[in-house]
């Protein structure tokens, strides 16, 4: 590593850190320039208690839909403020990750690694990123969708550019149809998959331990408000079913028409072919954290 380069190297881990030049000098060297292995040795070494800037919270950002033929990724990558989001710099980081991640099937692990144009690494120009921002940035999670056997689809909401936005839907059929004959409802399902956030596509694809978690808050408010005892469980079973309704993608009500559940429009719009939604990703920037 050039003598140039090194003390580039040493100046994104001061900023990072907090520590001198002269410790932060010996990371270096000592980790061949790989910042994170000289954040990790600082902190062994107890000079660096911690990575100041990655403690911080980073719950703002943007999601990012990359799409070629019948093949698409989703991509989160958080920053602290709303102003670093809409950062040109920061912006152009997540389209060229957006690209990464279709070329790497959305796997975390190969996209961190994987080369940008400027012949750097991922990981190592998101550190570069977040020196010059002064802004934890973080590459939260990805997800990918092909298949010869499915037709996908993919919505941005609020979008500041195409595909570029703060929630992004990939959805998944696996059907007979052609998807010319599903453009309307595919884009239409996909965008009432982001308005009504569905944590399952039917009630066996539901997390048990959700189920499990909500049935606990439902008895313990209902005993709580002085109901009797004798009818709390079947009151909490009615509540349990219409938790699952809501929560379910295939028993939501049907934002373009709520009379109908989603189960309902996937029949009438099958008509003699099948449809069946094989997978959907749903991504709110910021959500959880």
């Known amino acids: 590593m050039s003598q140039g380069n090194t003390l580039d190297k040493v100046k994104e881990l001061r900023e990072l850190t907090g520590v001198g030049f002269k410790d932060c000098k010996i990371a270096i060297d000592e980790n061949n320039g790989d910042i994170e292995k000289s954040i990790d040795f600082l902190r062994k070494k107890g000079i660096a208690k911690a990575n100041k800037k990655m403690e911080r919270i980073a719950a703002d950002g943007l999601v990012c839909v990359c799409e070629k033929e019948n093949k698409f990724s989703i991509i989160e990558v958080n920053s602290e403020t709303d102003f670093v989001a809409k950062n040109d710099e920061f912006i152009k980081f997540v389209e060229e990750i957006s690209i990464l991640a279709l070329l790497n099937s959305g796997k975390m692990e190969d996209i961190l690694i994987a080369k ?38 993919s919505y941005t909401h609020a979008a500041i550019k195409k595909n570029l936005g703060k929630i992004g839907v990939l959805l998944s059929f696996k059907t007979t149809k052609k998807k010319d004959q599903l453009l309307v409802f595919g884009k239409q399902l996909a965008m009432h998959i982001a308005a009504s956030s569905p944590l399952s596509i039917d009630k066996g694809d539901l997390d048990q331990n959700i189920l499990k978690k909500e049935m606990e808050i439902i008895t313990e408010e209902l005993k709580n408000s002085g109901k009797d005892t004798k009818i709390v469980a079947k009151i ?9 309704k809501d929560n379910t993608l ?32 749903r991504f709110k920037v910021g959500e959880g954290i």
């Open 236 to 244: 909490a079973a009615g509540k349990l079913d219409k938790f699952i």
């Open 250 to 281: 295939l028993n939501q009500e049907w934002i373009m028409e709520p009379k109908k559940q989603v189960k309902d429009v996937l029949k009438e719009i099958a008509g003699k072919d099948k449809i069946e939604i094989k997978k959907f990703t």
């Open 116 to 153: 940008m144009k400027n012949k750097n690494n991922v990981k190592d120009n998101l550190v570069s990123l977040i020196s010059k921002i002064g802004e934890k940035i973080t590459l939260r999670r990805s997800d990918f969708v092909e298949s010869s056997k499915s037709v996908n689809f």
